[in-house]
């Protein structure tokens, strides 16, 4: 009896380690977890959105993993990252900060933006007006769909009539890297920002976000908290689970 009990903590012992070392290599190489601090990619993404990004997308660099050795230079398995993406990066500041943003230019790519309104390589990015946002951090936002020259369509936000980044440009995208740009356009800081993100080597880029798989109004008075497990049906944001980002 003795020794078919020590047999069966052994196996559990076995499978517990073998469930670890999967969840390891997945989160390594396939898909990690990411959460969301700031309000930059509203409405597509809010605060208090944890979601999973694919680091297959577009291979692999040094920035894909935890490591802070350079275990090698450029991408190993590289695929181009598609105009529309929302994609998690390593800031170029300090090749350390994760960011998120949406890729609005290519590797040579003239960009613009004239009273709130994106140009690429001098022709305009229709946007049609599409309701409003409110929210307690914001206020009131104009809500814009703006659809990219390859069609993918999103939600922009615009919450000042003369942001500080309505009026920019031209940007010309050097060879290796890329443009990006939140969508709550007049509250984030990304590649219109030169002194703050500039542009993104493709070195940079961790991977593509896919999916939502909790959120949880973490920014709200009497928010959400790990703490307080009897207002989490009234705090998590049900709708927002398994969510496609796009």
Do not use: C
Not at 113 to 120: K, R, T, Y
Not at 126 to 134: C, K, L, N, T
Not at 160 to 176: L, M, Q, S, T
Not at 225 to 244: A, E, G, H, Q
């Amino acid at each position: 009896m003795s020794a078919e009990r020590s047999s069966g903590w052994w196996e559990t012992i076995k499978i517990v380690i073998e469930a670890l070392i999967i969840a390891m290599v997945v989160r390594v190489f396939f898909y990690q977890p990411f959460n969301i601090p700031s309000g930059s990619m509203k409405d597509t993404l809010l605060i208090g959105d944890y979601l999973f990004v694919s680091k297959l997308s577009y291979g692999y660099s040094k920035y894909s993993f935890t490591s802070s050795f350079d275990l090698f230079n450029g991408r190993i398995f590289s695929a181009e990252p598609k105009r529309g993406d929302v994609i998690v990066f390593k800031l170029p500041r300090d090749n350390s900060t994760d960011y998120i943003k949406r890729l609005i230019g290519l590797p040579g790519d003239e960009i613009r933006v004239s009273h709130g309104v994106l140009f690429i390589n001098g022709q305009e990015v229709p946007r049609v007006p599409d309701g409003e946002y409110v929210s307690r951090e914001d206020g009131r936002a104009k809500r814009y769909k703006e659809t990219l020259p390859n069609g993918v369509s999103y939600h922009v936000l615009d919450s000042e009539p003369n942001g500080p980044f309505d009026n920019v440009g031209p940007y010309k995208v050097p060879e290796g890297h890329y443009f990006m740009m939140g969508d709550n356009r007049d509250n984030s800081t990304d590649s219109r920002a030169q002194w703050g993100v500039g542009y993104v080597p493709f070195e940079n880029l961790v991977g593509r976000a896919e999916i939502i798989f909790f959120s949880a109004a973490v920014d709200e008075p009497g928010a959400f908290s790990w703490l307080t497990p009897w207002t989490w049906p009234f705090d998590i944001r049900w709708s927002r689970f398994f969510k496609l980002v796009r």
